[in-house]
């Protein structure tokens, strides 16, 4: 079994940063790819930003603000989060890859809110 452990969401006014992390254990070999997403209610999960062989994509409402990075000796990804706006306001869920089967973490608040 492989999970995904969020940390580092909270609540903080607009123009703060916040800096997410995601903690993959279990039996892991090797981890493909791994990204963030975030949920809004009524709204569909969507990407934020993916890191896989080097190269990362950001959703265009994030490029210039987030940073996505990975410490493959920790099996963990990073989130990166400056010039927070309201809309950022979300759950972010951590997603990773591991050869064809897909796993999400429990998810992890970030309130924007002044």
């Known amino acids: 079994q492989v999970q995904l452990v969020e940390s580092g969401g909270g609540l903080v006014q607009p123009g703060a940063s916040l800096r997410l992390s995601c903690a993959a254990s279990?039996?892991?070999?090797?981890?493909?790819?791994m990204g963030w997403y975030r949920q809004v209610p009524g709204k569909a999960r969507e990407l934020v930003a993916g890191i896989s062989g080097g190269k990362n994509n950001y959703a265009d409402s994030v490029k210039g603000r987030f940073t996505i990075s990975r410490d493959n000796a920790k099996n963990t990804v990073y989130l990166q989060m400056n010039s927070l706006k309201l809309e950022d306001t979300a759950v972010y869920y951590c997603?990773?890859?591991?050869?064809?089967?897909?796993?999400w973490g429990q998810g992890t608040q970030v309130t924007v809110s002044s």
């Open positions: 279990g039996i892991i070999v090797s981890i493909n790819e």
């Open positions: 997603n990773a890859w591991l050869g064809k089967y897909n796993y």
